[in-house]
């Protein structure tokens, strides 16, 4: 407890506030709560079968499915109200590849979304030391975006497909008991698929989450920071144009010592070169001539 107040007093957990590392922090539990939801789900469903001889009926036939939905694999009995043979019979289709996708994705982002926020919080100056961990962090995020896109998808469509093949209605058709009209069919318990209905929700919101941290993700990487130098070094260009242009309009323009008409008997223009500090010497040379001279 000490290490963390001491963390907590000199600042290191203050990165989780910015928006980088808290949306990755709802990653992480959005991507906990995906993976549960579909991974962990086990149901069933129970039928009724009432023969016309009464000794043959079954009243409770017990269904159980769960992840990875490899529904044709679940096998149960079922009377045929013909004598005492009963017949096996299993449920219709194969639903692991989506739904194991979907969890596949939910897991990685669990571990990516960790490490990442570890990173931010322990290992912040080293993360933007170079441009390379923000570039690796930006193709991950956007990489995650799209397979959380493909993958809850795929898994809504694999749910109905599901909802589908355990619907009691749908599976009673399966029974050659239920054929006959003189015996009675019917369904006891349809199976709860809302833990599965909240997967999928679950995965759209993680789409989101990680498609809206590739802003924050971008603007840590050397791209943002160059677009938003590009414009002031333009400008300072522009700026020295001018300047070199005003230069060149003291040096030869109107006002410039070049463009006036130049004659020795025009003392004061000598007399103002201060440059090399001669005036006194151009301003006094026409009278000790003369003087000289007589």
């Known amino acids: 407890m000490e ?10 957990f203050r990165a989780v506030k910015e928006p980088l590392a808290f949306l990755r922090v709802l990653e992480w539990l959005f991507a906990i709560f995906a993976f549960a939801t579909c991974g962990g789900y086990s149901g069933g469903l129970r039928l009724s079968v009432d ?16 992840y990875p939905f490899r529904l044709h694999q679940v096998n149960f009995d079922a009377p045929t109200c013909e004598g005492k043979r009963r017949e096996t019979l299993s449920l219709i289709g194969d639903f692991s590849s989506s739904a194991e996708f979907f969890v596949t994705i939910a897991v990685f982002a669990f571990l990516y979304s960790l490490a990442a926020t570890v990173v931010y919080i ?8 170079n441009n390379r961990g923000p570039l690796i962090d930006f193709i991950v995020t956007v990489v995650f975006s799209f397979l959380w896109l493909v993958g809850s998808s795929a898994w809504a469509k694999g749910l109905s497909d599901v909802k589908i093949a355990t619907d009691p209605d749908e599976v009673l058709l399966l029974m050659s008991a239920c054929k006959q009209q003189s015996n009675k069919c019917m369904p006891v318990r349809s199976p709860v698929m809302s833990s599965l209905n909240t997967s999928v929700v679950f995965g759209f919101l993680n789409f989101i989450l990680w498609a809206g941290n590739i802003w924050f993700v971008f603007k840590e990487t050397g791209w943002h920071s160059s677009g ?25 323009g109107p006002t410039g010592g070049y463009n006036q008409p130049a004659g020795f008997d025009q003392q004061a223009n000598y007399g103002q070169v201060g440059e090399y500090g001669q005036q006194q010497s151009y301003s006094q040379s026409g009278p000790t001539s003369f003087a000289n001279q007589i």
């Open 228 to 252: 938003q130098r590009h414009p002031p070094d333009t400008m300072e260009k522009q700026a020295s144009s001018y300047n070199q242009g005003g230069y060149n309009q003291d040096n030869y």
């Open 51 to 66: 023969c016309a001889n009464k000794s043959e009926s079954d009243l409770s036939i017990d269904i159980a499915f769960a």
């Open 122 to 129: 322990f290992f912040q100056n080293k993360y933007r030391e």
């Open 3 to 12: 290490a963390v107040n001491q963390l907590t007093s000199t600042g290191t």
